[in-house]
């Protein structure tokens, strides 16, 4: 998994709870990502991250912050879980190739909210 | 906005012969397409890249081809193996660093 780590790997927790999930790169990638993946939709873009303290949102960002105040660490946070927030939450990194960027991809996490 | 179809949800073949997943979008003009293969319980992997000013792309087995005009991907694997059995992911990228992914194709090969 490219050197991408992601905790915890599996959580239940109770509605109206805060929940942060971690991702952490040792690849020193400038850009990382928070996906969700949920059956019919596919992967869709959280927050994303374009270096230190540098954030914006993706086209499902509501009810989800971020902050990144290392380069290897990027942590998702649902502010109150919701029932509608259970998914397999994925992280992703990239880097400029150039032309383009490839995505490497963590192992997700799966969280479930009750 | 922009909407990303790929190919039945599910797509069997028997083992050896080519199995052509399809990635259509509309709404969008990507500067570069990726394919990704995604293993169960596992995130996706990168496999493919192909730019907008490129037709047909190859790696191993695999090729990949870009048709701006219809906003058509295919990709093919050939000579499958139960392997290869996957779901296999599209998606576009831009300017900037955002990417599009379209729900996925399972694959099964049939031994």
């Known amino acids: 998994d490219a050197g991408i780590t992601q905790s915890p790997r599996h959580k239940v927790t109770e509605t109206g709870t805060p929940v942060t999930l971690r991702c952490h790169q040792t690849?020193?990638?400038?850009?990382m990502y928070w996906y969700r993946q949920d059956p019919g939709h596919g992967l869709r873009l959280i927050h994303y991250?374009?270096?230190?303290?540098?954030?914006d949102k993706g086209e499902v960002s509501d009810g989800y912050s971020v902050s990144r105040s290392k380069t290897e660490d990027f942590l998702l946070t649902l502010e109150s879980a919701t029932s509608s927030q259970t998914s397999v939450y994925f992280c992703?990194?990239?880097?400029?190739?150039?032309?383009?960027?490839?995505?490497?991809f963590g192992p997700g996490t799966r969280l479930t909210v009750t | 906005s922009q909407k990303i179809e790929q190919n039945s949800e599910a797509l069997n073949i028997q083992e050896g012969k080519t199995a052509t997943l399809t990635c259509n979008y509309t709404n969008y003009s990507p500067a570069y397409l990726q394919w990704y293969r995604q293993d169960p319980g596992r995130g996706p992997v990168f496999l493919l890249l192909i730019r907008e000013n490129e037709k047909e792309k190859r790696k191993e087995r695999l090729k990949v081809t870009f048709d701006t005009t219809l906003k058509q991907s295919l990709f093919h694997i050939t000579a499958s193996q139960p392997a290869d059995s996957a779901t296999y992911l599209c998606a576009l990228g831009g300017a900037g660093n955002q990417f599009y992914f379209g729900t996925g194709t399972s694959l099964t090969v049939i031994p």
């Open positions: 992703a990194i990239s880097e400029w190739e150039g032309f383009a960027y490839e995505q490497y």
């Open positions: 690849e020193n990638h400038r850009y």
């Open positions: 991250s374009y270096g230190v303290k540098d954030t």
